[in-house]
C-alpha cells in the first residue's frame, strides 16, 4: 500500500545540522511533488518546503529558508530535508505528505521527532 | 503573506451539525482542503478542492467556498469526530503553501 515514512529526528544541540529522510513505497515516486511540514508541541501545522516530481523546482517557508534545503533521490524513493544552523523554534514533529494535483496532501506519514535543545 | 484564520474551538452536542469557519482574503477564488488530526496521529485529507471527498471518508463531511470563508461541515456528530480540524490553500502569488490556525472541535 501507499506508505511514507519518516527517520532521522533526534535531540541536537542549537547551531547544528540534521538530516531527516521520508522512504516512500506503493506509489511512483517521481510521478509526486512531495513535502515537508512540521507542528511544534501543541501547535498547528506549519507548512516547510515542497520538491516538484522531477527535483527542478523546491519552494520554502520564510521560516527556514537559508537554513534547510528539501531534496529528493528518485532512485531510492527517498526524500530529505537537511536541517542547518537549527534553533530552538524548529523542535517539532516532522511529517512528509505526497502532493496531490491539487495542490492538496493526500497522503502523509506519522511523523519523526526533532528537539532543538542545548 | 496569506494567512488563514480559523475560530480556536468548536464544541457540539452528538448527532448535532457543526460547522468550521476558514476566512482568508478572496479564499473563495482558492481551492480549500480539510485535514483532520486525532492526538498523536498524521493529518488525514477529509475535503479536498473545496467540496470533494477521498475515498473511504464519510459523506457526513462536506465543504464550501466563497468569498472569503470557507466552511467545513460535520453532520450527525459522532464521538470519535473530536479533533483538530485544519484548513489548507497553495498561494499562487508565493508558492507557498498555507494552513489555517486549527480548530479543535469538542463533542460534548
Known amino acids: 500500500q501507499v506508505e511514507l515514512v519518516e527517520s532521522g529526528g533526534g535531540v541536537v544541540q542549537p547551531g547544528r545540522s540534521l538530516r531527516l529522510s521520508c522512504a516512500a513505497s506503493?506509489?511512483?515516486?517521481?510521478?509526486?511533488?512531495l513535502h515537508w511540514v512540521r507542528q511544534a508541541p501543541d501547535k498547528g501545522l506549519e507548512w516547510v518546503a515542497v520538491?516538484?516530481?522531477?527535483?527542478?523546482?523546491?519552494f520554502y517557508a520564510d521560516s527556514v529558508k537559508g537554513r534547510f534545503t528539501i531534496s529528493s533521490d528518485n532512485s531510492k524513493n527517498t526524500l530529505f530535508l537537511h536541517m542547518n544552523r537549527l534553533r530552538p523554534e524548529d523542535t517539532a514533529v516532522y511529517f512528509c505528505a505526497r502532493n496531490g494535483a491539487l495542490n492538496y496532501m493526500d497522503v502523509w506519514g506519522k511523523g519523526t521527532t526533532v528537539t532543538v535543545s542545548s | 503573506s496569506y494567512a488563514l484564520t480559523q475560530p480556536p474551538s468548536v464544541s457540539v452536542a452528538p448527532g448535532k451539525t457543526a460547522r468550521i469557519t476558514c476566512g482568508g482574503n478572496n479564499i473563495g477564488s482558492k481551492s480549500v482542503h480539510w485535514y483532520q488530526q486525532k492526538p498523536g496521529q498524521a493529518p488525514v485529507l477529509l475535503v479536498y478542492?473545496?467540496?470533494d471527498r477521498p475515498s473511504g471518508i464519510p459523506e457526513r463531511f462536506s465543504g464550501s467556498n466563497s468569498g472569503n470563508t470557507a466552511t467545513l461541515t460535520i453532520t450527525r456528530v459522532e464521538a470519535g469526530d473530536e479533533a483538530d480540524y485544519y484548513c489548507q490553500v497553495w498561494d499562487f502569488s508565493s508558492d507557498h503553501f498555507v494552513f489555517g490556525t486549527g480548530t479543535d472541535v469538542t463533542v460534548l
Open positions: 520538491v516538484s516530481y522531477d527535483g527542478s523546482n523546491k
Open positions: 478542492d473545496n467540496t
Open positions: 506503493g506509489f511512483t515516486f517521481s510521478s509526486y511533488a
